[in-house]
RNA sequence: CGGGGCGUGGCUCAGCUUGGUAGAGCAUCUGCUUUGGGAGCAGAGGGUCGCACGUUCAAAUCGUGUCGCCCCGACCA
């Protein structure tokens, strides 16, 4: 067994505050350490609740029209070297097979760091003609990018993500589509995970590399720290030029198509572990929750225990067409023991059942989020109360997660101001900006803090009322007329 | 690639300064008692101290080299 078992271990956890990705992620059993330096291996734990990301998105991106596909692992290096800014922001940290069979092969493939490229070859093979778009593609797949510093679940060397490619006959349509599919990883960030995010637009040293504009959503971790969770890219017709991806439109004219890409990945998780957890360990919101709904049986003697193990299969049975449920039976374990044990890894919803509970008709419940025992629940109507249960639990993680979000959000007008915010509370500042990249490179330089994005709408700020927050003023770094507001932080 | 740290039973580490037959806690196994918030007692198994070379009568300990990992910076979903 791990050693979160082990009471001083569990301690070690709550001190480490810049560990606490890796220990939680360890300790609670979701991913190990890879013999290859930056990979990771992903326990059944872990992938169970990668699953549920991926089952829930993957219904998402099929509900809005899109198919799913899959496109090689390797790429022709010659097919990189198309675009030349793709290139140039993808190059470093590929990883090239020169050899297979034996031989040296006549040219490199490059493992894929994303698959803008060779899906455009096919694309250009498919797309004739105006009545073939749009043309709405996603894949499952593993990614390499070859970091030269590594994070459990933030960023390995391989990673697993969806890739939504599409090929649109407008630049106003495929627009539409890269906001579209940024609002799917919104939902999917607030109603799945619990994560409240603020969304917009990158700045153009923080776009991808071969678009025109990147959006992204972006969440506050709690140790104030952001992270990006998810990108979507107009790509206008940069690659459809390279690859010559064009069709006939209904004037018989030959037309660049306007293309989208868009992705999010296993880093979910690692936002999923640092956005809830506390001194006890994970927390996991219901809907994403591998295991929902843990039962500890609670006996003395080998009669007690046959009764209670029998009321605890009836309870699963009766539950499990709503829940993923589990009864932790085993033996070796003390009742005690398991409660800390499910707590650390963050099961949403625990009944405890003995034979007083038996005898009354009840079963005792304790919500994880805030570790209320609610005592003496009536068996009947049970399946209602932890429907109703589930969706509070998920919804106040968001609540916590929001309001911790909203309280490490702060506006500031002055360079001064900013540099003494992110030293001593770390989190999003919102400020004005100039638009240009030296102001945006000396605050890097002064702060290590950089443009998270430029916010749709102004977030709710700790200090400043949304309502007064001006439309203008005056970037904090020249002082200069500034029209836009931005996000600052430190971000993973 | 720079700076810092660490490699000793499955895990966390002590021992190293000042060489002299390898330790603790947890975990594991057996037995009995236990089980509603991390159970107790008794017993048992398990390590050529990352690797290589060197110094020495003798190396976990000293020296040189090497490999690996972690943390901090430069790159990024």
Sequence with gaps: MSKVENISEE???????????????????????????????IRPYGYAAWEQVRDALDKMIKDTGH????????????????????????????????YGGGKELE????????????????????????????????QWANVVRWEMRTRLFLRTTEFLWQEGHTC????????????KMLGVYKKLSEEYLAI????GLKTESQRFAGAVTTYCIEGLMKDGKALQMGTSHYLGQNFAKAFETKFQDQNGELQFVHQTSWGVSTR??????MTH????????????????????????????????????????????ENFRIKIDDRDQYSPGWKFNHWEFKGVPIRLNLGPKDISNNVVEIVRR?????????????????????????QENLFRQANDFKNKNTEFVASEKEFIEKITTTPGFLVSFWCGSSSCEDHIKEKTKATIRCIPFNTPDCQNIPVDQMKKEGYCIVCNKDAKQKVIFAKAY
């Design 369 to 393: 989020d805030t570790l209320e025992k609610l005592r003496g629940i009536p068996q009947e109507g049970l399946l209602q109360y932890l429907i109703k249960l589930s969706t509070e639990i």
């Design 11 to 41: 301690k070690e956890v709550l001190d480490q505050g810049e560990n606490l990705l890796s220990k939680l992620a360890l300790e609670a059993e979701l991913a190990d350490y890879s013999p290859v330096k930056g990979c990771m291996v």
């Design 67 to 98: 198919q799913n596909a899959y496109f090689p692992l390797f790429i022709p290096e010659s097919f990189l070297k198309k675009e030349a800014e793709h290139v140039e922001g993808f190059a470093p940290e590929c990883a090239v097979v020169t």
């Design 196 to 199: 409240p995010i603020v969304d």
């Design 268 to 273: 979910l998780i690692g936002a999923l572990i």
């Design 277 to 320: 957890h506390d001194e006890k360990g994970l927390k996991f919101p219901p809907r994403i929750a591998p295991i929902q709904i843990v039962i500890v049986p609670i006996y003395k003697t080998d009669v007690e225990k046959e009764m209670v193990l029998k009321k605890c299969k009836e309870l699963e049975e009766s539950l499990k």
């Design 107 to 138: 040219e490199k493939l490059v493992v894929r760091p994303t698959s803008e490229t060779i899906i455009n070859y096919m694309f250009s093979k498919w797309v004739q003609s105006y009545r073939d778009l749009p043309l709405l593609l996603n």
């Design 168 to 179: 649109h006959a407008t630049k106003e349509e495929a627009e539409e589509e890269t906001i």
